[in-house]
């Protein structure tokens, strides 16, 4: 079976190579006949195309731009080179996407010189099934004339004006002068190469590189020179004059309260206002100050509405007056009250023989309360209910009014000798 596929496989090859050595020979011996059927059957395909999109012969309407070529050195164009029409031959279906950037018309001025010169137009299009039959007219007219040149200042016009409270310093235009080059009617009108610099919004330096425009010293901008350097660095320094800034407010008091009496708290709404001002007015500013508000004898809560003490050069944004609001509590205090004690409960048969006179109490309060508190208002009592004759140590009881808390009793213990 081995042997069978072997012996096919070597009369293929056998096969193949005597086929490509015939037809090898063929082609060499008719390539005439070969170069014959190339062309009749690109002729025929070209005779189909031309049957099914037969050409279209017109004018075609858009004007095309003339551009001057090979402009000899020291001459310029002066003013507009007209424009051409076109007589193509194209093909039906490539009309519609026929523009005028399919063509490109040239003007060759190389034996132009100074003054009037009749420049042959060659218009070449970019499609190659399109066919340029007439060019109309065949020839335009180009002035020319020779180059000058003059130096002119750079004008930095400012447009708009920034914000309130910022001012502009001088201002910086590097460079200073530029050449303008051209011809010479158009050069000799140019005063100034300008730029135009917008300030509205400006709040930070201004450092920009600016086109430069050749125009006249009325503002007209003459076209068909150049300008070199074509742009400059304007740069324009941005202070802020008036400042806005926002401080905390801290009110001011005149007075003392009423005895007994003190400040416990201050609020003040708004907390915080907004002013302006020069940076000198508001940079030594750490807070701002109320009018003075009288606390004098004051032994309850005061709100007030009260004006800002504002330094000289500084303005108030928003609302010139703000509300204080002082919390005024009683300061607390202790006292030592000297008190007699009440002895109560004693047999009627029974005598005090010694005791101790009086106790010292420490109560706790505020103090216009403890001030005017009288000793006869705290109640010391010693209960000898039961007691019989006798050395007894006894606890003595307090009772302090409403208002007064008891801090101690001094001694805590009395010794009473009954008989």
Request: charged content about 20%.
């Amino acid at each position: 079976m081995l042997e069978v596929l072997e012996v096919i496989v070597r009369e293929i090859r056998e096969f193949a190579w005597g086929s490509a050595r015939s037809v090898g020979k063929s082609l060499r011996s008719n390539i005439g006949l070969g170069l014959l059927a190339l062309g009749l059957s690109f002729g025929l395909w070209l005779l189909i195309s031309v049957e099914q999109n037969p050409p279209r012969v017109d004018i075609f309407s858009p004007s095309i731009l003339v551009e001057p070529v090979n402009v000899p050195r020291g001459l310029d164009v002066l003013g507009a080179v007209p424009s051409v029409l076109v007589r193509v031959s194209a093909p039906l279906d490539s009309w519609d996407r026929l523009t005028v950037n399919t063509f490109k018309a040239t003007a060759d001025l190389t034996l132009a010189s100074a003054g009037t010169y009749e420049a042959p137009v060659h218009v070449e299009p970019n499609d190659w099934r399109v066919r340029v039959l007439d060019v109309i007219p065949s020839k335009v007219t180009v002035r020319l004339t020779a180059l000058t040149r003059q130096i002119v200042e750079v004008k930095v016009n400012l447009l708009g004006s920034i914000p309130p409270g910022y001012a502009s310093g001088n201002m910086r235009v590097n460079p200073e002068r530029v050449t303008v080059l051209g011809p010479e009617p158009l050069v000799s009108q140019v005063d100034v190469a300008a730029a135009d610099v917008s300030l509205t919004g400006a709040t930070v330096n201004i450092s920009q590189s600016l086109k430069l425009r050749p125009r006249t010293v009325r503002g007209f901008e003459i076209e068909g020179v150049t300008l070199e350097p074509s742009s400059a660095l304007v740069e324009i320094p941005i202070t802020q004059q008036i400042l806005y800034r926002t401080f905390s407010i801290s009110p001011q008091m005149r007075g003392e309260p009423a005895p007994g009496y003190w400040i416990s708290a201050i609020s003040v709404q708004p907390p915080a206002v907004t002013v302006t001002g020069t940076r000198d007015a508001l940079q030594p500013l750490a807070f701002l100050e109320t009018q003075p508000v009288d606390i004098t004898g004051a032994s309850a809560n005061i709100v007030r509405t009260v004006g800002l003490s504002l330094p000289r050069g500084v303005a108030l944004v928003g609302a010139a007056n703000v509300v204080v609001y002082l919390s005024v509590s009683p300061i607390d205090a202790s006292r030592v009250v000297r008190v007699v004690p009440d002895f109560r409960g004693l047999a009627a048969s029974l005598s005090i023989l010694s005791s101790l006179n009086a106790v010292d109490v420490t109560i706790n309060g505020d103090l216009p309360t403890l001030r005017a508190l009288r000793p006869s208002d705290i109640i010391v009592t010693v209960d000898l209910t039961n007691l019989g004759p006798g050395l007894h140590e006894v606890e003595p009881r307090v009772n302090v009014p409403r208002g007064i808390t008891l801090g101690r009793v001094d001694p805590e213990r009395i010794w009473v000798i009954i008989r």
